[in-house]
């Protein structure tokens, strides 16, 4: 048996297309906090990608893993928060609080769930020197009929499945697709996978913009973008910083004819930037307001909720859309049958 951690989990490096030919089994990119999991057949910890010890925050996931796990064994996974609508990153973060109380009701309202997706090992047997193919045949059979919290993540050798879940699963919140060589050992801390993202493309009002630190009045550092919802509404959803230095002196004189102080306009009456949280405590928040006139194309890779996950890449300014056309519609994707299935099995 592996001791009890902690252990660096075995890391991805991105990938532009998912592989083709054998040697590969693929599973989605599930969007939550990477989890190793120990359990000795008694006690139950779990540890983070970055070591830390994640069990005051998932009372919830030590109780019922303990219960539904059917022996000793040190798991690799990521723990979510599923809902009828998909993953829930927004709610998974709440989770990070000093408050036990907090913490202990946000586990009743919204239960997390750990899906697992490697074996490291079991009972006595170390499985770190295995081949993937192995550990997942035992993974298979060890959680093949596993009860909630406890979820096994799909995985097929199929490339055209796989890009078929690269194109569907996104609106479940996944982002992207992991290749896993079957003939490889675990590596802790190496990035011996491959992940392919995404990237999507979205028409944004430019609502505001932030100075370049230090060269205030003479350089933008990044855009603020926006989103209308079905009331009209504009929306911040993220930021584009990428941009050169000549560019960022340019855009100071640029954006100047849109600059204006009236809080009615830009960001006025939705989610303005800004909004202090423990995320961003300590952290210059201030940002200059435009009028809601400017339209550019972005990049992005993932949505967390109602805005970006990272920052977005600047791609071209769209004179020829209107702003009020630039709405959350555009982001919309369903929730694949086969993720509802599993989401709701939940109940």
Same mark, same amino acid.
């Given at each position: 048996m592996l001791p009890? /951690?902690?252990?660096?989990?075995?890391?991805?490096?991105a990938a532009l297309e998912i592989?083709?030919?054998?040697?590969?089994?693929f599973e989605p990119k599930w969007d939550g906090f990477r989890c190793i999991l120990f359990h000795d057949g008694a006690a139950l910890s779990l540890q983070s990608r970055d070591r830390k010890p994640?069990?005051?925050?998932?009372?919830?996931?030590?109780?019922? =893993?303990?219960?539904?796990?059917? /022996?000793?064994a040190v798991l690799d996974g990521e723990i979510v928060i599923m809902t009828p609508r998909g993953l829930d990153f927004d709610a998974l973060q709440q989770r990070i609080h000093p408050a036990a109380s907090r913490i202990a009701r946000l586990a009743a309202e919204t239960p997390a769930a750990f899906v697992a997706f490697d074996l490291l090992a079991e009972g006595s047997d170390s499985l770190i020197a295995a081949p993937f193919a192995a550990r997942r045949e035992r993974l298979e059979r060890l959680l093949g009929r596993a009860r909630p919290p406890a979820y096994l993540t799909p995985a097929t050798r199929d490339p055209a499945v796989a890009r078929d879940w690269f194109e569907r699963f996104e609106g479940a919140g996944f982002d992207g697709v992991i290749a896993k060589p079957l003939d490889a050992p675990y590596q802790p801390g190496k990035r011996a996978m491959l992940k392919i993202k995404h990237l999507r493309t979205? @028409?944004?009002?430019?609502?505001?913009?932030?100075w370049n630190r230090g060269e205030e009045g003479r350089s933008v550092g990044s855009l603020l973008l926006g989103l209308y919802d079905d009331d009209g509404i504009l929306h911040f959803v993220g930021h584009t910083s990428s941009f050169s230095a000549s560019q960022r002196r340019d855009l100071a /004189?640029?954006?100047?004819?849109y600059r204006t102080d009236d809080p009615a306009e830009g960001f006025g009456k939705g989610r303005t930037p800004g909004a202090e949280s423990r995320w961003t405590a300590g952290k210059d928040l201030a940002w200059e307001r435009?009028?809601?006139?400017?339209?550019?194309?972005?990049?992005?890779?993932?949505?967390? /909720?109602?805005?970006?996950?990272?920052?977005?890449?600047f791609q071209r300014w769209r004179p020829d859309r209107e702003p009020r056309s630039c709405t959350f519609g555009q982001l919309?994707?369903?929730?694949?049958? @086969? =993720?509802r299935a599993v989401f709701d099995a939940r109940a």
């Open positions: 009890p /951690g902690p252990i660096d989990p075995m890391l991805a490096k592989p083709a030919g054998p040697g590969w089994l994640l069990n005051r925050y998932f009372p919830e996931l030590v109780d019922g =893993l303990g219960r539904v796990l059917p /022996g000793p979205a @028409e944004c009002v430019v609502g505001g913009f932030r /004189g640029f954006l100047a004819p435009l009028r809601p006139a400017l339209v550019c194309e972005v990049t992005f890779d993932h949505m967390q /909720g109602p805005r970006f996950r990272h920052a977005a890449t919309e994707a369903p929730v694949p049958a @086969e =993720l």
